[in-house]
């Protein structure tokens, strides 16, 4: 189980997923509210929720990506039970409580892992925020 944003998806996040996807045998996307991500990271999507959704999983990449809980952002892992939480290298939105939740949830069993960045210099959505919405990565449009 993975958590993200995925605003602009690039080549950073598909090669989050795929470092993922090795982690396991079925990889599930929680994708940030349009809601959650103006509250914690004090601004706007580019690209509204479903939208970010919809583009992950079109991407091959994943075998269930879903919108995440607006009331309990730790739900999901209640709910799906992961063996595995992978972090990105630069996630610091609800990890502070993760271990006391997988506690709560009796899975303390899961492992968490933080993976390594991709060009991290290049492949940041906090970078790449400032191009046009025509963007191109990876020979598709995003």
């Given at each position: 189980m993975v958590f993200g944003t995925f605003d602009i998806f690039h080549l950073g996040h598909r090669n989050f997923l795929?470092?993922?996807?090795?982690?396991?045998?079925?990889?599930?996307?929680v994708i940030a509210r349009d809601?959650?991500?103006?509250?914690?990271?004090?601004?706007k999507t580019r690209n509204s929720e479903n939208d970010r959704l919809k583009i992950v999983k079109n991407s091959g990449l994943v075998d269930k990506a879903i919108l995440g809980n607006l009331k309990n952002k730790y739900q999901v892992i209640k709910k799906y039970q992961p063996d595995i939480i992978c972090l990105g290298y630069d996630q610091k939105y609800f990890i502070d409580n993760l271990v006391e939740k997988?506690?709560?949830?009796?899975?303390?069993?899961?492992k968490i892992i933080r993976l390594?960045?991709?060009?991290?210099?290049?492949?940041?959505?906090?970078?790449?925020?400032?191009?046009?919405?025509?963007t191109v990565?990876?020979?598709?449009?995003?």
């Open positions: 795929n470092q993922a996807k090795k982690r396991g045998d079925y990889l599930i996307v809601q959650t991500v103006e509250k914690v990271k004090q601004h997988l506690r709560q949830y009796n899975l303390s069993e899961t390594k960045p991709f060009n991290k210099d290049v492949y940041k959505t906090s970078l790449l925020n400032g191009l046009s919405p025509n990565f990876d020979d598709k449009p995003y």
